[in-house]
């Protein structure tokens, strides 16, 4: 279950004379989204740091198939998710006692999930038998396996609008996971507050503002967005709503809904505020309302509304414009790219995956069954 236990005292400590208690988090942490940064928020929680242990691509590819980012990428998503502390690559598969120890960490958190060797054995057996394990609750409805089940399915007609416009398409088939197969995200006005650092700005803070898509939030958001910050002392995104984002990008874009954006682009810890459904154009009456100082824009091109209007007319009139050069190249586009490039690589492990979770969620089912009887 899900912790928010007063931490401030222990064992009689006072706060400056008391150790802190240092939470282990690992995994692969491909394709960083909010579901990974609602468990470390819950594992922060539950002590005073989070260190997150990151596995080798090496180590991915041979118990769960190629990840989608390299591990250079996946270290840096984590270390921009705001309740992570500090990052270990090169964790092992499975969670010893010893790299708890190495990393002076009290205790290992996970989700209520089963994760397993390519042999099939649970990777947190150790520390659990050794009672250094807690479990928070895994955030339903999204995972890596269901984000790459959704640009493997581009080629149907998966964006819906009016009544279905959060619906997620989901492919026809009697067997599910029942943690990672796909499922509806349902968003809570909690689970935003729980994102959200809640801190307006202070006085004399310079404002700056970006808006986009920032669909399936990836390290190329990541540097524009660590960029924009240091432009001032208070960062907004506004993110457009689905049939904007849409009108824009085209194809079945976007990959995530307008409430899961939300969340993934609330996790970074260079954002202090989101605009839910921000207007594209960036008009007089939002500049004045959140008080702006700066506008900012990356490299991509910028299309125009009705074929004919600059959204950013306004602040480049009041000389408030700037565009920034994140130096990366990455995009939503180019990590679809690679899924698309490698789709039977990635059906294997999305299915590989299935089956074994279904077989581990089967086991545990007779399990519980076998307990109760006895």
């Known amino acids: 279950m899900e912790a928010n236990g007063d931490t401030s005292a222990c064992n009689g400590y006072s706060d400056k004379q008391r150790k802190d208690v240092r939470v282990w988090c690992d995994g692969c942490y491909d394709m960083v989204h909010f579901g990974h940064a609602n468990s470390l928020r819950q594992a922060k929680a539950l002590g005073d740091k989070v260190i997150v242990g990151i596995h080798t691509d090496e180590e991915i590819t041979k118990h769960k198939g190629p990840p989608v980012f390299t591990e250079e990428e996946r270290v840096k998503m984590v270390k921009g998710i705001k309740w992570v502390d500090e990052v270990v690559l090169g964790a092992p598969y499975v969670t010893t006692l010893d790299v708890l120890d190495q990393n002076n960490c009290d205790f290992c958190v996970h989700g209520d999930d089963i994760t397993m060797t390519a042999e099939g ?7 659990k038998s050794a009672n250094r394990y807690k479990e928070v609750k895994r955030t339903a409805g999204v995972s890596t396996t269901d984000l790459v089940g959704r640009m493997l399915l581009l080629t149907r007609n998966h964006f819906r609008q009016g009544s279905a416009e959060y619906d997620i398409e989901k492919e026809d088939s009697a067997a599910k996971s029942p943690w990672t197969g796909c499922s509806q995200f349902l968003p809570t006005t909690q689970k935003i507050i729980q994102f959200s650092d809640g801190k307006s700005p202070n006085p004399g803070d310079k404002i700056v503002y970006v808006a986009g898509a920032f669909d399936l939030f990836h390290v190329g958001h990541l540097d524009f967005l660590e960029k924009a910050k ?15 984002v849409n009108s824009y990008k085209g194809s ?29 154009c960036v008009t007089e009456e939002l500049l004045e309302h959140f008080k702006i100082d700066v506008v900012c824009h990356g490299r991509t091109p910028i299309a125009l509304e009705n074929g004919k209007i600059d959204p950013y007319a306004v602040p480049k009139t009041r000389a408030i414009f700037e565009l920034i050069d994140s130096g990366n190249e990455m995009t939503t586009e180019r990590i679809v790219e690679r899924i698309i490039s490698h789709r039977l690589e990635y059906e294997r492990r999305n299915q590989a995956k299935e089956k074994k979770e279904i077989e581990a969620f089967e086991a545990l089912q007779r399990q519980k069954q076998t307990q109760k009887a006895g």
């Open 121 to 127: 054995v649970d990777t947190y057996h150790l520390v």
């Open 230 to 244: 240091k432009l001032g002392d208070y960062l907004i995104v506004g993110l457009h709503t689905d049939p904007v």
């Open 252 to 280: 079945n874009y976007p990959i995530m809904n307008l409430h899961e954006r939300v969340l993934s682009v609330l996790a970074c810890k260079f954002v202090n505020e989101v605009v839910i459904g921000a207007p594209y």
